[in-house]
């Protein structure tokens, strides 16, 4: 008998298949992250929007700030915004700012808008 160098056909296709099989997993753990770090990326930038939104809202005068409906944030419209004004008691508004991404909330926010009041 003599020895030959090298594999046989069969040892390659052994070496393929436990090839194949281990990266089914890795190739699902990839499709996985990816669809995360795009939400998350969708998340982030909603957040930002509805801080600046927030800030406008809160740069409003007391008796101006008012409940709007779907508006664009930008000229893309991709993302869209809503302001929720709604009087807590005399002299104490709460404003709660929604940030929407293809009709789907993304981002919430709310703050109190307050103005002194005598008596």
Known sequence: ??????FTVLELLIVIVVIGVLLIPVANTVASTTEKLATTSLITEAVGLAQLKLEEERKQEFEELKT???QPVDETGEYQYTVEVEQ????????LIRVYWQDELKVELETFNSRLVEG
Do not use: C, H, N
Request: hydrophobic content about 25%; overall charge negative.
């Open 68 to 70: 709007t409906s779907y």
């Open 88 to 95: 807590i008691e005399e002299g104490l508004k709460q404003v």
């Open 1 to 6: 008998m003599s020895e030959t160098e090298g």
